[in-house]
């Protein structure tokens, strides 16, 4: 099954059809103020033009027959059914012969029986994002009002149920929730939500000229934002839902970095670009036409054209796209060099790296010492899933197995 933000190889380009239009105003969200890159134009969608322009491109730029449409924002269904029902009809008009698929994100508050229906009939990969039980929720993922909207997001989830959709959940791990790693796991195993995704949120607030609030990674500087979660919240959030993880659910519940994990270990793609040892292949093009290095880099100085100038493989081929590209290893400092689970953590996401190492070096991620303890305790538990795979045998037999911090099966 696919998730969906895979940014495995090949290349891939998010697109934003309605910029960062959005009917809620979750507190921590990176993507809401991106409408400030644009604050004179009026309308912030996508036209019929460029659809078919990006979608055409899009397909011929592929290297592979198989090609992922991801559809992200701001709020993806903030654009009518319609607007997707042509996209679908121009991906079959210029397939050419290839396999497309379709993943969107969404927060879920809007779907409705026609919605799933389509989503079905099409054969969507639906990602919703839901931060665990209502009070950890609606603690940060509000409407423009104020108004709490966990409610909506599980009505969303029903019809998805209803009409047989695949969905998968993004859940955020912020101050709040990251002090009650069960109470949010098991509330996902509640739903029967079987495929998770946690993200940490870090931001930090800092001074710039263009109207943007939340600073880009690799640069220093700023004010932690107070929803962001701690280096300790998360290495200890981590620990505890891979303890249940690991005892009861290995196989048949999937939580993404455990899975990334494991890969690492075993040598073969992560399948998630934060995990991996390079990343940049996952563009993300607005609903203008500009593109940008990666989703959590939509800032002016990492634009890399736009797609009525430049085409999807110039701007992806770049060597603005390539700096960006190897900059996660080419930048990581004499820390992480050092480091015993450089294989498994690869200094995390760009994004989280602005702070300095023991050794005054810059770019240490800003997690480093929670993603550090969680390697050091699940290393005996990944040595012995690698060992079972390295033997033909199913991982799931750790589940038998007990360990101690450090001890080797
Ligand atoms: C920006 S939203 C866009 C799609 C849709 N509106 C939604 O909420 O699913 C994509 C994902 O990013 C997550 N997100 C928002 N702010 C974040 C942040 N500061 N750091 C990490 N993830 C964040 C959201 O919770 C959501 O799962
Ligand atoms: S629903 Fe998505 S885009 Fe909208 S504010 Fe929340 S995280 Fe941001
Ligand atoms: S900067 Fe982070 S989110 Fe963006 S592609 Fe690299 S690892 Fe992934
Ligand atoms: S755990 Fe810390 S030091 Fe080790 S690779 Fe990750 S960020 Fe670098």
Redesign the pocket.
């Known amino acids: 099954m696919n998730t969906i ?1 895979p ?1 495995g190889r090949p290349m891939y380009m998010m697109l934003k059809p309605a910029g960062s239009l959005c009917n809620l105003r979750c507190k921590y969200c990176y993507y809401l103020e991106k409408g400030k890159l644009y604050a004179d134009r009026r309308n912030h969608v996508i036209t019929d033009e460029l659809l078919e322009k990006f979608i055409k491109e899009y397909i011929e730029a592929q290297t592979t027959p198989q090609v992922l449409f991801t559809w992200h924002g701001g709020e993806t269904l903030m654009r009518p059914l319609a607007f997707y029902q042509r996209a679908i009809k121009l991906q079959q008009a210029y397939a050419g012969g290839r396999q497309i698929a379709n993943c969107i994100q969404t927060n879920a508050t809007l779907l409705n029986d026609a919605w799933c229906r389509f989503f079905k009939e099409n054969n969507f990969l639906v990602g919703v994002s839901i931060d665990g039980p209502q009070e950890f929720h609606d603690e940060y993922r509000k409407t423009a009002t104020g108004k709490p909207s966990f409610r909506q997001v599980m009505r969303g989830i029903d019809l998805l149920n209803k009409h047989g959709v695949e969905w998968n959940a993004l859940a955020v791990v912020n101050d709040f929730n990251a002090d009650y790693p069960l109470d949010c796991y098991r509330f996902f195993k509640e739903i029967d939500c079987h495929y998770i995704q946690f993200t940490p949120i870090v931001e930090r607030i800092i001074a710039r000229n263009d109207g943007l609030k939340l600073a880009p ?1 690799m640069q220093e500087g700023g004010t932690i934002a107070p929803f962001s979660v701690t280096p300790e919240q998360w290495g200890s959030f981590l620990c505890a839902v891979f303890d249940e993880w690991v005892r009861h659910d290995v196989g048949d519940y999937f939580v993404q970095l455990f899975d990334a994990t494991l890969a690492n270990w075993v040598g073969v793609p992560p399948g ?5 040892k390079e ?4 563009g993300v093009m607005e609903y203008n036409g500009d593109v940008f ?5 939509v800032y002016p100085e990492h634009r890399l054209g736009n797609l009525n100038r430049q085409t999807i493989f110039e701007m992806m081929n770049s060597e603005k796209q390539q700096t ?2 190897q ?2 290893r080419r930048l990581l400092p004499r820390q992480c060099k050092e480091c015993r689970f450089l294989f498994a953590c690869n200094g ?5 790296r602005f702070t300095r190492d023991r050794f005054g070096d810059p770019g240490l991620n800003y997690l480093c010492t929670g993603y550090h303890r969680f390697f050091a305790h699940v290393a005996p538990y990944m040595d012995f899933m690698k060992n079972e795979l390295d033997n033909q045998r199913s991982p799931a037999n750790v589940m038998n197995q007990v360990f101690t911090e450090g001890s080797t099966p």
């Open positions: 933000a940014f990674g998630v670009c934060t995990m991996a990343c940049g292949h996952a290095s990666c989703d959590h880099f960006f590209a900059m996660k995390e996401c760009p994004k989280n």
